[in-house]
DNA sequence: TATAGAAAAATTGGATCCAATATACAATAT
DNA sequence: ATATTGTATATTGGATCCAATTTTTCTATA
């Protein structure tokens, strides 16, 4: 007699949790651009040795987050303003869609959870919390567009810029507007209008993303 | 006295020439789903040691060419039908407004190059010569965006699914209309109509994905 | 013969060691 | 004093070795 398969929970690599542990820290701009990524360093905080933080710091590099050089090692990836506009643009596009197609799925149980992501934004007061439940909020809703594919693309984008994102909500304590256009955006979606939704979400990124190249001008000069 | 500067082509790690030649081997079809990379048989093939096939293997699971299980091994991976749809809708997404960005930049030279790939398209009679060259002509189009980000998630989700272009454009001799749908975008390039451009490049993609949709169905039964 | 279990082989993940290269710094010449 | 050269140190890329686990083979037994 067999037993059913127990899910015994395929504990990840040491190469997994490196890479984890440090896509956060970056994302969170924990790391500063420029900064050096020792890999001994790395190994002796994670108590492993080079081989699995070499995976890691090369999958990193693969998504664009760390930059490479032979015998040089590796530093945090900066994005020029070019670059970050771009992303955000590309954003506006992948996204709007994400949230046409989600709108017809969203049922009562993923509209009230992002409500509750919706008010914890307006509520929250330590600016560095923001970022993730802003990343919540959407992520929710657009979850229900079944489409895995659209949103590992979402994720990866929203990676590269998050940091700079997060810098400007601190410093700038806050985007006014967030708060309402994430109220207006969930509006749409209770009312089922796709079109409405997608607009307002291309806008509301747009939004963001012009606020953020401003802030950027003026602090590079 | 200096001499002119020398680019001294820093030499791609081992690494790297394991990963881009096995990338080639996955986007081409010539490493069947499903197959088992062992490691030590790949270090071998490149006279080399696992350490670099580690690092080559762990960016293609990143790019979700592969799949890995814990002292398992990896495999090709597979999509299953709803994910190669997904991706053809994603890459009509992004490739139309590409698209529709590049019409404006493109110059003569661009133009001209492309038409040199529309015509050796048309003209080859090898199946399996038609991916590269069908990849070349939207490229060279695309580059004119100047959206470099935008270019490699083209790239990228290209590359998910061009081993089963292939598999049908050799299984079928080819995709008859794909010829004249690239006349017709070169065409609506020439008159600088981004917007025309965009759609038939759109149309293009999902005429492609319904015709691979309808074979892999008949195929998989 | 067919099957369950044990032993052997194969395979992966990680640690340690070595080679190649870059950086920092001291010694030397102008 | 400054620039240049040589040397020591630090750091990365890769090879080899070991441990953990899976897969395969073999063997004993019903």
Redesign the interface.
């Known amino acids: 007699m067999k037993f059913a398969a127990v899910d015994v929970r395929?504990?990840a690599?040491a190469?997994d949790l490196v890479y984890e542990a440090l896509r956060k820290a970056i994302i969170e701009g924990k790391i500063a651009v420029g900064d050096n990524l020792r890999q001994e360093e790395i190994a002796q905080m994670f108590n492993t040795s080079r081989?699995p933080v070499?995976?890691a710091l090369?999958?990193l590099e693969?998504?664009g987050l760390i930059t490479t050089?032979?015998y040089k090692g590796a530093v945090v990836a900066g994005l020029s303003i070019e670059?970050i506009d771009?992303?955000f643009?590309?954003r506006a596009?992948?996204e709007a869609?994400v949230m046409r197609l989600a709108v017809p799925n969203l049922d009562r149980a993923t509209l009230d959870k992002a409500r509750t992501y919706c008010d914890a934004f307006d509520r929250e007061t330590d600016p560095h919390r923001w970022g993730e439940i802003n990343r919540q909020f959407h992520t929710t809703l657009y979850e229900a567009s079944g489409?895995?594919?659209?949103l590992q693309?979402v994720q990866s984008?929203l990676d590269r810029i998050d940091r700079y994102l997060r810098a400007q909500l601190t410093f700038t304590n806050g985007v006014p507007r967030a708060g309402r256009e994430h109220e207006a955006i969930l509006a749409a979606c209770e009312k089922g209008d796709a079109d409405l939704a997608s607009r307002l979400t291309r806008d509301h990124i747009l939004d963001a993303g012009r606020a953020l190249m401003s802030f950027l001008r003026d602090q590079r000069g």
């Open positions: 395929q504990s690599s190469a081989i070499r995976e090369s999958r693969q998504h050089q032979r670059e771009e992303i643009e590309f596009l992948i869609e489409r895995p594919y659209y693309n984008s």
